[in-house]
């Protein structure tokens, strides 16, 4: 009997989160959308883009020179941009259409951002700071947004845009800072696309994207019950 890719989602959802492909559990969520979505295609595309960058990279280079000339490939010589036209757009969402227009969110443009760097050599992280996701250079401990063409996000960076989401001062707590495990990265996407379906009034949609979440992470429930 043929699987479907709700079946291949579970299947990985019950991986052990280092054995899971991020970029391979974001093009699957991505399915819902485009069943007939040809996930090698994109895995070659992002292979394909390392490549070129590893090109440019003088094998000399230091770890920030590194950081630099991948910013200059993904977000001059590519073009990957934030979308602050249409925030809300669920191919923002969608990794696929992330690396066909080359427009994203934060958490997708990371995701871009992390499987290239990552390619190359760079330790790269997801961060799941409040309100806005990061990358952070695991033995840098630099931490850098990729929806601001990979700005280095100073400390005083970083207070600012808590202040922002908090509406007021809040002193920067280590675990803002974390790293996010594959799965907890795939849930958060989950959750940003179970908010967009709910603007759509699209509720099929979100129940699925619950019911993933919680296939990633059965402790959170509530994610499928409040639907």
Avoid: C
Wanted: net charge negative; no cysteine; hydrophobic share 40%.
């Amino acid at each position: 009997m043929a699987h479907t890719d709700s079946d291949v989602f579970f299947h990985l959802s019950q991986l052990e989160s280092h054995k899971i492909n991020l970029a391979e559990g974001a093009l699957l969520i991505a399915r819902d959308a485009y069943p007939d979505l040809d996930i090698g295609v994109y895995l070659r595309q992002l292979d394909q883009m390392a490549a070129e960058l590893q090109a440019e990279v003088d094998q000399e280079s230091d770890t920030n020179d590194q950081i630099r000339h991948l910013n200059r490939y993904l977000f001059d010589k590519q073009g990957f941009v934030g979308n602050r036209d249409d925030y809300y757009d669920p191919r923002n969402s969608y990794l696929n259409d992330v690396l066909e227009r080359k427009v994203g969110i934060p958490i997708t443009l990371s995701i871009v951002y992390m499987e290239v760097g990552n390619r190359i050599g760079l330790p790269l992280v997801g961060v799941g700071f409040p309100g806005h996701f990061i990358v952070k250079h695991k033995t840098l401990e630099t931490f850098i947004d990729p929806f601001e063409g990979g700005r280095i996000l100073s400390d005083e960076a970083l207070s600012e845009r808590l202040a922002q989401v908090f509406r007021e001062p809040v002193p920067i707590d280590q675990q803002f800072l974390q790293a996010m495990t594959t799965k907890q990265i795939l849930a958060r996407m989950l959750r940003n696309l179970k908010q967009v379906y709910f603007r759509q009034e699209k509720y099929e949609e979100a129940i699925r994207a619950g019911e993933k979440i919680i296939w990633l992470e059965p402790q959170a429930a509530q994610d499928y019950r409040g639907l």
